[in-house]
């Protein structure tokens, strides 16, 4: 059952939220829920940055299970409690890891042994198997793994929070940009925003303002003359029409380039590549990243050839380190909270990092920061309270058009 917040006392600490993606919403109800007051502000509409805009992937953690343990066993978790706290939010349709040659072959100890050490329930297949389970696949595959993916609708799964938020209380507000944060006396005591609905500028003060603007963090950090170690890394992504799978299929060998058909409605959008810019902003679609895409993605099921194509885009992951230009595939998919009282400003928190898949554990790990920061002794009860339908977001949320 939703078991609906207390709505925060006029007294209660405020919070300001910049941010309107996953994490920012994530963190709006785990803090609502902890008697916070809280305002959100997104510059556009909920969800339009990397949130509405990734594949919709339900992370087992079998793709990091080699590489980047930490992101693995925060997947694997994450995608337990989310099957539980959003109900009917995803397909339970499971994935599978193909391996096409020797090489790939290579990594399937690795990624068994991986699996098994961050907690992955897998189930080893013949070739027959899968193909049973998924006729289209390429009939050369020498083996396959079974792991528990699962696919989500990307924007709806986090319109829960941002629902199941504002009936506890929360103040949401898309089209309202942050232009500078406000500071007094060395800390940060609030932002400087502009309704893109009325044209009208303001401050908005705040206890404590959190910075959950995922690849723009780096931006919003700036305003307060402090550093977030982001790297905006881009993947390009390509909807095929027609379902060619039904299960998430993914190449057994270490993350590269259109190796991930995920299964969305009725079409098939494989993925993904991997570069880093200096502005999430100024993000292209480069043709030869698109062909890459059919390319590598027909090696798994030859159908992705022929497929009839319905859209290409691409959106940036907001990374935890150095803007190197090879460095996208290798930095780590975790996440990070930074006081920035540790670099001398009060008053400002960065969330960032993650998957959507951790967007509840980022706002856990988040929200008792703040809690602390704040003298507040209310622990995080997002693991076991039941979001409201993603319908209830239209409801709950005024009226805001553009
Ligand atoms: C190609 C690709 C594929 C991916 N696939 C998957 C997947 O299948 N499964 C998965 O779990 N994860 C996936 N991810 C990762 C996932 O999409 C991100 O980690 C997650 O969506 C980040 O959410 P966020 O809320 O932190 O950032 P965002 O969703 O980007 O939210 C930040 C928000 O801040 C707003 N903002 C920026 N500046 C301001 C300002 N000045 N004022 C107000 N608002 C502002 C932006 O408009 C934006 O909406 C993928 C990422 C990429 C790039």
Redesign the pocket.
Known sequence: MTRSAPRASRDAPHVLI???????GALAHDLTLRGIRITL????EF?????GR??????SGARYAVNDRESAIECIEENAILRAICPGSFEENDGLFVALTDEDMEYYDDLVEGCKACGIPIEELAPQEALRMEPLLNPELKAAIRVPDATMDAMRMPLRFFATAKHGGATLYNFM??LDVVVDGGAVTGATVRDHVTGSVGDIHADLVVN?????SE??ARMAGVDVPISPS??V?LALRGRLCNMVINRMHRSGDGDIV?PQRALSVV??SSWTVEDPDELDVPEDHVTRMRVEGAKLIPAVAQAGFRAAWS????LIGSKDAEAGRELSRTFKTIDHAGEGVEGLVTI?G????TLRGMAELCGDVICRKLGIDRPCSTRSVTTLPHTAFYAETERRLA
């Open positions: 910049v941010g309107g993606g996953g994490t920012g502000v997104e510059r556009g969800t339009s940055g990397t949130t990734h594949h919709g992937l339900l992370h940009e942050v959950a603007t995922g690849p723009w931006k919003i881009p993947g992504m995920v993925g993904t959106a940036a992951r907001p960032t993650g998957k959507a898949t």
